[in-house]
């Protein structure tokens, strides 16, 4: 099992940046991709983005490429979703997810954060 943890959500104005942190524990001496997701209200979970073990492979959806930045650090097992040129649509929960391997589909992710809010005001 792995256990995942979300943290650096909050509010901020249109225009401006966050970086959200997540935190795995438990089953980490194993490779696994990292994705994040987000769920705005009324609308279904969105795959926002997805990283490689080795952090040599990145995909985001085309709502935020080249607005966010996926990262992580396996030394503290640890990944990081950046945000920049934040928008009002940009508003959700966001989770981070885990899938044991190669990076795969957006459909097979395995392990699951509490999430976190991100609310961008105009």
């Known amino acids: 099992q792995m256990q995942l943890a979300e943290s650096g959500g909050g509010l901020v104005q249109a225009g401006g940046s966050l970086r959200l942190s997540c935190a795995a524990s438990g089953r980490t001496s194993s490779t696994y991709a990292m994705g994040w997701f987000r769920r705005a209200p009324g609308k279904e979970r969105e795959f926002v983005g997805g990283?490689?073990?080795?952090?040599?492979?990145?995909v985001y959806a085309d709502s935020v490429k080249g607005r966010f930045t996926i990262s992580r650090d396996n030394a503290k097992n640890t990944g990081y979703l950046q945000m920049n040129s934040l928008k009002p649509e940009d508003t959700a929960v966001y989770y981070c997810?885990?899938?044991?391997?190669?990076?795969?589909?957006?459909?097979?992710?395995?392990?699951w954060g509490q999430g976190t809010q991100v609310t961008v005001s105009s």
């Open positions: 997810a885990a899938k044991l391997g190669r990076l795969g589909s957006p459909r097979e992710y395995d392990y």
């Open positions: 990283i490689s073990w080795g952090g040599g492979t990145t």
